[in-house]
């Protein structure tokens, strides 16, 4: 009866911080500008159940995304597993879907998965921290990322090793026949472990039975928050952000209607330049992107759910030639401002402001390095862009800061008053026709 | 086209020269490429000479909307005003913005960039390869520009165009959608690059270098800087760096 109450108490627990930190998120989120999504809804679904659920974008690096697809399909499947245990908990029974047909060759499924997200694992934090893979030794990775990144696989080893040694005591304490654990499952991984436990007593064994499933159920619990503050989050993001992607092609920049109006006006003989505007305009916004309330929503939605992997860095022609730039900091950083700003706002109140702008944690040098490749939008495997938010800053410093390399100004003149970058009368234009 | 119009006529196509194809005078020989095969195909087109203007896409790119789209709008007046339906272009990136940015600001025109329509010429039988390949035997390999491939998923028609060259084409370690820049692009062509330990398209050239090819073909005239720049620096001007444009119209014998 204890552990019932006990185990009620951690899902509440769990299900009320997880609660709470969402809540949190969805403001952070929200911090952006609104942008309409309602369009081309059965597209929308396609595109989330080709990239996101299965996973279509991941095995452009085969070895990385083969088994990030093994610690998916595990992570996803064995999660089945967590209503049996939930309905155990709650109720006092054990393998309560023992009787379901198929239940023995479900087990075996669970252990099979287990035991290859362990290997995933343990390869992942090879390459993590033995191989000198270039994407995870960069900078903005020092300290708490690369931490995050492997607490996440130990975890997840730690996870897989109790749901392995939950099974492997279980099923030495079916053998001996004990009355609470009659025959169910099939143990094809945990067999091998079960030479660890066999010398212990039937006490001894249901203390590492139970022992182990408490370890895997609040393990599994206090995942579920973690995931929300790490980069993590991708597992959940990842849907969301897949489905609320540009269908634009990723060459095409989105349009600024306020200046189209602006335009048109100048460009109407009738128009009256000296006009009030209606009373009921809403204030002008902001050109461009100064800091993370200027972003629309979705933008931040991407850097939450930004995952660290760093494909988008090692594709980016700027990182390879040692610029500044990495688009994975682009990222970071615009997560890190949204999380700060929520944070002051959640303390301060709504209209309360501070910490460091998106502006002081990216600087004109990572931005004007950018080469608009769009290779950093091709990389991501939840189509994330990077180049986007570059761009937007872009405008931004040209169109409230005024601010450019000195070559770009020229470059603007040019086209201003010769309609060419280059500084040739439109006269000459048809030259080559003769020349 | 304001001759054209004049007399009544109405071109199948506009071509869309672009401002490196009517001043730099290196992609005026791209230009001249394209020119010579749309004659020789028997296609009747236009260009806008002093009519044409930046598309924008340079200033747009580098932040100024304000000045892009003074140049959209200028330029959709001047397209509508002729009726123009069908555009070809010699740069991507006129390409990208004229097909994908126009349309939301009152221009909708049917856009190919002249790969796509060199090959649309070949397969209607309007264009033919001379007899003596003068690319008989040299190893090609083509560059992706990052406008014409990832921006609008062409990977398939300067493939399908150089292969009618009847030499072999050899893929870069990094292509189609993984190729990697030039440099040139999102208006680094008119600035000077930030401090880095080299330059991308000295970097894009090792990916030249390591194939073994003796001809880059390029579909963009930044692209054809930054790499004939490349290889000059490599000191390997065995290497040739031409437009797809002008390959078909030597193999046509156009020149």
């Known amino acids: 009866m204890l552990s019932i109450v006990l185990f009620a108490l951690l899902l509440v627990v769990a299900i009320t911080l997880f609660a709470k930190r969402i809540r949190f998120v969805r403001k952070a989120i929200g911090l952006g500008r609104d942008a309409d999504f309602s369009d081309q809804t059965p597209l929308r679904w396609k595109t989330m159940a080709r990239v996101a659920l299965g996973q279509g974008k991941m095995t452009a690096r085969p070895v990385a995304g083969i088994l990030h697809i093994l610690i998916y399909i595990g992570f996803v499947v064995i999660n089945l597993e967590m209503l049996e245990i939930v309905v155990d908990g709650l109720t006092g029974s054990h393998r309560v879907f023992r009787g379901i047909p198929g239940y023995d060759g479900l087990i075996a499924a669970f252990e099979i998965l287990a035991f290859l997200v362990l290997f995933a694992c343990v390869v992942f934090l090879i390459r993590r921290n033995v191989l000198a893979i270039a994407r995870f030794r960069s900078s903005e990775l020092k300290g708490w990322p690369s931490l995050d990144a492997n607490l996440i696989l130990v975890a997840e080893i730690a996870l897989m090793f109790a749901f392995l040694s939950m099974n492997a005591a279980d099923a030495l304490l079916q053998v001996r026949g004990d009355a609470h654990y009659p025959q169910a499952g099939a143990f094809p991984i945990s067999q091998w472990l079960q030479p660890l436990y066999a010398g212990l007593s039937d006490g001894g064994l249901v203390a590492v039975e139970r022992g182990m499933w408490w370890f895997h159920i609040t393990g599994v619990l206090a995942f579920l928050v973690y995931v929300t503050y790490s980069k993590h989050f991708h597992i959940l993001l990842a849907f969301p952000n897949t489905y609320f992607a540009n269908l634009a092609g990723p060459g095409t920049m989105p349009n600024m209607d306020a200046v189209t109006k602006e335009v048109q006006l100048m460009m109407d003989p009738t128009a009256d330049p000296y006009a009030a505007p209606p009373a009921d305009a809403a204030p002008p916004e902001t050109f461009g992107v100064k800091d993370v309330t200027d972003l629309s929503w979705k933008q931040i939605l991407e850097a939450y759910s930004c995952t660290e992997c760093g494909r988008c860095t090692s594709a980016c022609p700027a990182n390879q030639t040692g610029k500044l730039l990495s688009p994975r900091k682009v990222m970071m950083d615009v997560r890190d401002r949204a999380e700060e700003l929520a944070g002051i706002k959640q303390k301060e109140g709504a209209e309360a402001e501070g910490g460091t702008p998106l502006t002081a944690r990216i600087t004109e040098e990572e931005i004007w390095a950018c080469t608009s490749c769009q290779a950093c939008i091709q990389a991501c495997p939840i189509l994330i862009s990077p180049m986007g938010i570059l761009l937007d800053m872009r405008r931004n410093l040209i169109m409230e800061e005024s601010k450019s390399p000195e070559s770009l100004t020229a470059m603007f003149n040019n086209v201003e008053n010769n309609g060419a970058p280059w500084a040739f009368p439109a006269a000459n234009r048809a030259n080559w026709i003769t020349e | ?255």
């Open chain 2, 1 to 255: 086209m304001a001759e054209m119009t004049a007399e009544g006529k109405a071109p199948e196509v506009l071509f869309w020269v672009g401002c490196a194809g009517s001043f730099d005078d290196r992609a005026k020989r791209i230009t001249k490429a394209i020119a010579k095969i749309l004659h020789a195909s028997g296609t009747s087109f236009a260009v806008l000479g002093q009519e044409e203007s930046c598309t924008g896409d340079p200033a747009r790119r580098a932040g100024n909307e304000f000045l892009f789209q003074m140049q959209a709008a200028m330029n959709i007046q001047v397209l509508n005003g002729y009726g123009i339906q069908r555009i070809i272009t010699g740069c991507p990136h006129c390409f990208n913005t004229l097909r994908n940015e126009y349309p939301e600001l009152g221009g909708q025109y049917e856009v190919m960039h002249h790969t796509q329509f060199i090959r649309e010429l070949i397969e209607q039988g309007k264009l033919r390869m001379a007899d003596g390949q003068p690319f008989k035997g040299k190893r090609i390999t083509f560059h992706d520009p990052c406008y014409l491939g990832r921006a609008n998923g062409e990977y398939l028609a300067p493939r399908e165009v150089i292969a009618k060259l009847d030499a072999e084409l050899i893929e870069m370690r990094r292509c189609k959608q993984n190729a990697m820049c030039c440099g040139a692009g999102g208006a680094q062509m008119f600035k000077d690059a930030e401090k880095g330990n080299r330059e991308v398209n000295v970097a894009r050239t090792d990916d030249v270098l390591e194939t073994g090819a003796n001809v880059v073909a390029t579909g963009c005239p930044f692209c054809n800087t930054m790499m004939t720049d490349g290889v000059k620096l490599a000191e390997r001007e065995d290497i040739v760096v031409k437009d797809i444009a002008e390959l078909i119209a030597e193999a046509a014998d156009l020149v």
